[in-house]
């Protein structure tokens, strides 16, 4: 059974930073993408940014220039670095995972990240 597991999140002072890990296990196959969502009270669940297997990355222009994606395929981990934090970044993040043979899409529990102005 796929788990994905997220830690790094966090009470931070505008401007600060943080760095969020996601961990996956359960499967010996390969991920294909691998993702950062966030959702906000009261909005939509929206992209952060993602990464493919071969290094594509796609990232919201909300937190282009503060933010970078990238993973360690070795350790199934995808890590989102978090720099120059705003209040409006507040928010659950979730990190997903997407297999290949239709082994589907898979989700982590979500962790909290809370700036403060």
């Known amino acids: 059974q796929v788990q994905l597991v997220e830690s790094g999140g966090g009470l931070v002072q505008a401007g600060g930073s943080l760095r969020l890990s996601c961990a996956a296990s359960?499967?010996?196959?390969?991920?294909?993408?691998m993702g950062w969502y966030r959702q906000a009270p009261g909005k939509q669940r929206e992209l952060v940014a993602t990464?493919?297997?071969?290094?594509?990355?796609k990232i919201a222009d909300s937190v282009k220039g503060r933010f970078t994606i990238s993973r360690d395929d070795a350790k199934n981990t995808v890590y989102l670095q978090m720099n120059s934090l705003k209040p409006e970044d507040t928010a659950v993040y979730y990190c997903?995972?997407?297999?290949?043979?239709?082994?589907?899409?898979?989700w982590g529990q979500g962790t909290q990240v809370t700036v403060s102005s």
């Open positions: 990464i493919t297997n071969t290094g594509f990355i």
């Open positions: 359960g499967t010996i196959f390969s991920i294909n993408i």
């Open positions: 997903n995972a997407d297999y290949p043979y239709g082994l589907g899409l898979f």
